[in-house]
């Protein structure tokens, strides 16, 4: 089960850090991400971490304004959203890849992932 945290409305500028908590064994072959869904959209990919080695990746939209994070003593992944911009604003999902996976592969699309969190409102206005 993962449960997501900390999703609220901001202004344009300001921070925010997410929050997924995951009950049960996270095995190191995992793959962590959170994916973002606005309004009539798709979920779109916004960053992923593995849990072996800490490998992370990013949406091109978020780099250098969001960052990935895991703790593994918590079996929990953060996200630190900075200079957040209106465009942000969706639900955002945590997720996990369960499957095989090869290192450094991107895993961008649902369909990749195995178990979801409800998911947590992030709204940012002008």
């Known amino acids: 089960q993962l449960v997501e945290s900390g999703g609220e409305s901001v202004q344009a500028g300001d921070s925010l850090r997410l929050s997924c908590a995951v009950s049960?064994?996270?095995?190191?072959?995992?793959?962590l991400a959170w994916f973002r869904q606005a309004p009539g959209a798709e979920r779109d990919f916004v960053a992923s971490?593995?849990?072996?080695?800490?490998?992370?990746q990013y949406a091109d939209s978020v780099k250098g304004r969001f960052t990935i994070s895991r703790d593994a003593a918590m079996n929990t992944v953060f996200l630190q959203m900075n200079s957040l911009r209106p465009e942000d604003t969706a639900v955002y999902y945590c997720t996990v890849r369960t499957r095989e996976t090869y290192a450094r592969a991107l895993h961008a699309t649902s369909n990749d992932y195995d178990y979801w969190g409800q998911g947590t409102q992030v709204t940012v206005s002008t």
């Open positions: 971490v593995t849990w072996r080695n800490n490998y992370k």
């Open positions: 049960g064994t996270v095995y190191s072959s995992n793959v």
